[in-house]
């Protein structure tokens, strides 16, 4: 199912053009007929204020009849061509930051129904690397976006002590396939964001983030590092917690595979958020259907300086642009 905007937007719409097309069609020729035959009766003595208010357009249709077209262009572009997300979470970090509005490519992965998600016409698949909005398989009335990690086929093997990912393309469940894709980490290096913990005296998972320089610390927080991890030949920084990861009995086991590993089903795919140790991803729910793919993300349009549920305290003009 669409969410609720979608469908509201594809209601109004239809309503609208639908009284577009009766008044273009039937009410408007009807309008100037009763114009013609009462300037005609006066003997061509009518002038424009007087005329305007003969078969006047009812409010309600010259209404409709305005929005109309500004709704259909917000249709499509929305529906097929980008449609603009805010980020409510620092699941990508540092890729993405709470408060960034991004563009997403609706096309990228195929031109879909915008009510049912249904794929009219094929246009392409996700690559390893890409960051993608999909509908979130448990809820899909909730948009998640993470990084696409695993395609039909691969087997995914995530090492929570080394906190790295080993991937095996088109091995599907071949034990004996060998050839690994080339994923290679830089060195470990303190990064520019600081967590800190609330609620519950500290015992809930995720909190705020605070972008910092090193040696600018934040009272109760906790220093996150960063490097670089290359999958295959695309880069992009993945942020760390100094800590060990806590228990990965709450990892989505799936039945025949060893803890920890994950082959991809056909028409599924594998996400991981690129703050690893502060998102909930394929590790724990499994994989994402290609019909719950929504798009690409490509670019950052704006970005405010604020934390969830807080109002936005300023705006971080050296975000605007791709991503990465």
């Known amino acids: 199912m669409a969410n609720t905007f979608a469908l509201i937007l594809a209601i109004a719409t239809l309503v609208t053009g639908i009284i577009w097309c009766v008044d273009k069609v039937k009410l408007a020729p009807a309008r100037r007929a009763r114009r013609e035959q009462a300037q005609a009766q006066a003997g061509g003595k009518l002038d424009d204020a007087a005329l305007s208010k003969v078969a006047k357009q009812p409010g309600w249709i010259e209404t409709a009849v305005s929005v109309f077209p500004v709704l259909l262009v917000v249709f499509v572009v929305r529906s097929f061509i980008v449609e603009p997300f805010q980020i409510p979470s620092g699941s990508m ?63 995914i093997t995530y090492d929570p002590v080394m906190k790295t990912v080993t991937v095996f393309p088109g091995c599907g469940n071949d034990d004996a396939c060998q050839k690994a894709l080339p994923v290679t980490y830089s060195d470990v290096r303190q990064s520019d964001f600081v967590e800190t913990f609330g609620g519950n005296g500290g015992s809930e998972t995720s909190s705020n983030f605070y972008q910092r320089p090193v040696g600018q610390d934040v009272p109760g927080g906790m220093r996150l590092l960063e490097r670089d991890e290359t999958l295959g030949d695309v880069t992009h920084h993945i942020l760390l917690s100094p800590e060990p990861l806590g228990q990965t009995s709450g990892y989505y086991h799936q039945p025949g595979q060893p803890q920890n590993t994950w082959v991809v089903p056909k028409g599924m795919y594998f996400m991981m958020g690129d703050n690893r140790d502060n998102s909930y991803d394929s590790r724990y729910w499994g994989f994402v259907p290609e019909k719950n793919l929504v798009g690409k993300a490509f670019a950052i349009w704006m970005s405010f300086e604020k934390q969830p549920g807080e109002w936005p305290t300023g705006i971080r003009f050296s975000r605007i642009g791709g991503i990465h």
């Open 93 to 155: 970090m540092p890729t993405l930051l709470v408060g960034d509005f991004i563009l997403v490519e609706k096309f990228a992965y195929g031109i879909k129904d915008p009510i049912s998600q249904t794929t009219l016409i094929e246009t392409g698949h996700p690559k390893r690397g890409d960051v993608v909005v999909f509908k979130f398989p448990k809820n899909p009335s909730e948009d998640y976006i993470k990084r696409a990690i695993g395609l039909p086929g691969d087997r």
